[in-house]
């Protein structure tokens, strides 16, 4: 395993990224069973408004969900399935702060619909090869598959956009991807990894609020599930909500009192984990870190920041080696920390 | 730099799981792949090297396909780069405009790098591909860009939009096409080339790439290739009646021309289309992508059902555009990079380039139409230097069928051919264009062995314009036969030539407006007394598609009276 990544750092560092995650996509063809989820939607549209979206079945009895735009706005939605068939969609409920629509199909009482379950969404890791589904440019009408485009999640961010001169309004937490996967009638398609694991909802054709470049991105459906679920249930979601786990935390002083590794404040929300100082004789003396030193892997996790670094470390127990990569000279350096007891002392 | 590696190793977390060993060899086939294919992609310029597309050689004597939209921008000489670092002289030699694909020829070499066609109806989405072009003409090596990506949809169509552009049956891609790669192609995995990019979706993000572009799938180019050797403006083809999707997936018919050869063959208004082309249809969109990839004059089968159960018959493609010379297309269309004031001035063609282009009304370059209809016509008049000259025929035919007992005798003259066939006899007057007297079985036999006569002259066939139109899967015997139009008038006989032989397999001819072909096949061409003639003349039945055979038993020929 320690040869295995050490050699692909090197065949990554000499290559533009690209071809690296082509063989985690080659093995697969898009799984199939993911067309018959997305739907394509029709309504009335105007200008740069277009008249086409597209949706995602989330309930057998033909729950969709989309996202909050003119087309459920003003009504008169058709949804076509995957397999041709076309309904009449209404309204359930919409979640501004989400930029989420509910919308039921109008049925016969025994029809059935392939559907995704939003218990199964998965929080793929920054990097993660990912497909897009949608009815993107109305290429495809009536039963013809629906296009699908690969991309990689790029980042997990909140958004600062811009829809025309107005501010967007999503709160959520966003994954932008490093594909056009937001174009015309994209928006409320579904976004995968490659095993066809539902991972988000394709947002809106927007701009960044500064830089004016487009942005693609979706929406996490594990963040939706509950704004989903309660619109299925009627209700509205109260705007408290989004309810974050608070995860384990080292502290700064643990950090430097146990394992005797300083990193530098963090004087920004996204401080790199940069190594301020060693203290000498303790645990990370031993292993080898420097002044200098940049965390970029804690074990097989990438470290964005300081707290990401404090983070990671806190799920070692004692007596464990944690692999960690440093960026030093322009170079990797993987060094091995024996993760030391708790100190009685410190608090 | 630090800000570099983290965005280094964000790629990394998904790469953990790939062994390294696949990774390596498979980025090293994606290299060897492309440092194979890359030889045959062109770099497409105007004559004075200005501007362009891309384009890809499909043998090694020079031939390359390309846009119409990026040759249209040109006059009939281009200038061509190879990833050799070469700037090869090229002559436009066909034209699809509605399917936007243009042959060109490079000169210079009898060993061009060429690429090998797959077959693109087996491409599925998900499936990895690469395009390879020169996008935003970035290549002054000419060494094609790479883009790669996955096939989002096939089966694609799309619209015209305001112009004459069609694209049926096409390919999407995600892989980065812009301005520059049109004409390139696209390649599966394996380098095998599938398609020929040429259209994106552009909206609001203005003319790059979106995620969604179009390749013309080749299997749609191939049917259209050796019409395009031929130095044709190619039509694509309709059919004379409308359909229209119904909520359980049938393509249903809406109205039939009642002079159409559908309606003839018992094709009505809400009839359901099965198949064409051998392709299952489930909407009036699968139907206008299997029309849309052959080219005007193919013969389909057609499978429908109605009340009264299947049927199945073949029905010929008629012409969409008949274009007569290269159409203009609109402003916003235009290949990037022919500025109407380009200060460079194209150099004067060599005298060896301009031999390759012959201008003439209703052809794109009839120097390639000359040269393949004379590779049609030369063998055919060798093989008749020893036939009598300006003769009259007799032939006497007997039906292979022993059942039918037919026993009887054509009479051929300049201007008139006489059948008697038992105790009945009719005599047709060629000179006239009506049908007088014909067999009412097979209406139009008459006619088509006057044109017969006409074919065999030891001189040279007696029509007003003889062309090499390519090449088509000849209905019933399913044969890719290379197509010779005789033009008499306004009437043209479709002659079917096999490779191995020099004289005609088959005749299609319409005798008359909305009426049906007759349709003849001639087996095992004989030398008899003085005459060339097939020891068995086949009639293929319009309805049935059977192929009923005259055997012939005596021939002759004798000097005809000068009137």
Not at chain 1, 62 to 79: K, Y
Not at chain 1, 161 to 180: E, M, N, R, T
Request: overall charge negative; some cysteine; aromatic content about 8%.
């Amino acid at each position: 395993m320690k040869i295995c990544r050490r050699r692909m750092l090197q065949l990554t560092g000499s290559l533009p990224f690209w071809p690296a995650v082509v063989p985690a996509l080659a093995s697969q063809t898009p799984p199939k069973d993911t067309q018959t989820v997305v739907v394509k939607l029709f309504g009335a549209g105007l200008g740069s408004l277009d008249s086409y979206g597209t949706g995602v079945l989330v309930s057998a009895e033909g729950h969709v969900l989309t996202v909050a735009s003119h087309l459920v706005s003003t009504g008169f939605l058709t949804a076509v399935t995957a397999d041709g068939r076309r309904f009449t969609a209404e309204t359930v409920a919409t979640e501004p702060s989400m930029d989420a629509a509910l919308l039921k199909l109008k049925t016969e009482p025994a029809d059935q619909f392939p559907c995704i379950d939003l218990k199964t969404a998965v929080e793929p890791a920054v990097g993660t090869p990912v497909l897009a589904w949608s009815n993107m440019f109305r290429v495809a009408a009536g039963n013809e598959p629906v296009s699908v485009v690969h991309g990689v999640i790029a980042a997990s961010v909140s958004l600062d956009a811009v829809q025309g001169k107005w501010k967007f309004p999503l709160k959520s937490h966003v994954w932008l991807i490093d594909a056009i996967t937001n174009n015309s009638g994209a928006a409320g398609g579904l976004l995968t990894d490659s095993d066809g694991q539902p991972v988000g909802l394709i947002g809106r054709e927007i701009r960044h609020a500064t830089s004016g470049t487009w942005v693609n991105y979706a929406v996490p459906l594990k963040t939706l599930q509950p704004a989903v679920e309660a619109m299925l249930k009627g209700q509205r979601l109260t705007p408290a909500a989004p309810t974050t786990v608070a995860e384990p935390l080292l502290s700064a002083r643990d950090l430097t009192g146990r394992f005797g590794l300083t990193l530098i404040p963090a004087v920004l929300e996204r401080t790199p984990a940069w190594i301020d100082s060693v203290v000498p004789g303790t645990a990370a003396a031993q292993a080898g870190f420097r002044r200098g030193d940049l965390i970029v892997l804690v074990g097989d996790a990438v470290i964005t920041s300081e707290s990401d670094a404090r983070r990671r470390l806190a799920e070692y127990r004692a007596g464990q080696k944690a692999a960690i990569t440093v960026s030093r000279d322009e170079q990797l350096l993987e060094l091995s920390l024996l993760v030391p007891a708790a100190t009685t002392t410190g608090r | 730099m630090y800000q570099s590696s983290i965005v280094l190793l964000m790629y990394l977390s998904a790469l953990s799981l790939v062994a390294a060993e696949d990774l390596k060899q498979s980025e090293q086939q994606r290299i060897e792949v492309i440092r194979r294919i890359s030889p045959a992609v062109v770099c497409v310029m105007d004559a004075a090297g200005a501007g362009g597309g891309s384009g890809v050689l499909i043998s090694a004597d020079g031939y390359a396909i390309s846009n119409f939209h990026v040759t249209s921008g040109s006059a009939s000489f281009l200038k061509c780069g190879l990833n050799d670092g070469r700037v090869y002289d090229a002559v436009l030699v066909g034209i699809d405009p509605t399917g936007d694909v243009s042959l060109i020829r490079l000169l210079g070499r009898s060993d061009f790098p060429f690429a090998t066609a797959g077959n693109s109806d087996n491409v599925r989405a998900g499936d990895q591909c690469l395009a390879l072009g020169n996008p935003f003409l970035l290549a002054s090596d000419f060494s094609p860009t790479v883009t790669w990506g996955i096939v989002s949809g096939t089966r694609r169509y799309q619209y015209p939009s305001g112009t004459f552009l069609e694209y049926t049956d096409c390919i999407q891609i995600d892989a980065s096409i812009n301005p520059g790669n049109s004409g390139g192609p696209l390649f599966d995995i394996q380098g095998r080339w599938i398609g020929i990019n040429g259209r994106a979706s552009f909206e609001k993000r203005g003319r790059v790439n979106s995620g969604a572009a179009y390749a013309i799938s080749v299997n749609q180019v191939l049917h259209f290739v050796d019409h395009l050797k031929c130095g044709l403006i190619v039509d694509h083809g309709r059919l004379d009646f409308t359909v229209e999707s119904d909520e359980q997936f049938n393509v249903v018919v809406q109205q039939v021309s009642e002079l159409s050869e559908a309606y003839r063959r018992g094709l009505r208004s809400g009839a359901v289309l099965e198949s064409f082309a051998g392709r299952r249809l489930t909407s009036a969109n699968d139907f206008q992508n299997v029309v849309g990839i052959y080219p005007e004059g193919t013969r389909l089968p057609l499978v429908w059902r109605d009340r009264t159960g299947q049927h199945t018959a073949t029905v010929r493609l008629g012409p969409l555009h008949a274009f007569q010379k290269t159409p203009e297309l609109p402003q916003e269309r235009r290949p990037e990079g022919h500025p109407e004031n380009d200060s460079q001035q194209p150099e004067q063609p060599s005298p060896e380039l301009l031999k390759l282009f012959t201008a003439r009304e209703g052809f794109c370059n009839y120097y390639f139409n000359d040269a393949a209809t004379q590779q049609l016509l030369t063998p055919m008049l060798q093989r008749l230097a020893d036939v009598t000259p300006d003769m009259a025929w007799k032939i006497t035919v007997s039906s292979a069928d022993e059942a039918t007992a037919l026993q009887g005798e054509i009479a051929v003259t300049r201007n008139t051919v006489g059948l008697r066939l038992n105790d009945q006899s009719w005599l047709q007057n060629t000179e006239t264009p009506k049908l007088q007297d014909e067999p009412p079985t097979f209406p139009g036999f008459l006619l088509a062995v006057n044109h017969l006569h006409r074919l065999l002259r030891k001189d040279k066939p007696a029509f007003d314009e003889l062309t090499a139109a390519g090449r088509t899967v000849h209905q019933p015997s399913g044969r890719a036969l290379r197509i010779l139009l005789a033009r008499t008038g306004a009437r043209s006989t479709r002659w079917y030539f096999s490779d191995d032989q020099p004289l005609p397999v088959a005749l299609d001819l319409e005798p008359e407006a909305a009426t049906d072909e007759i349709r003849l096949i001639f087996d095992d061409w004989k030398m008899w007394s003085g005459l060339l003639f097939p020891e068995r003349l086949g009639i293929v039945d319009p309805t049935t598609e059977q192929v009923s055979w005259l055997r012939i038993t005596a021939a002759s020929a004798q000097q005809e009276q000068n009137k």
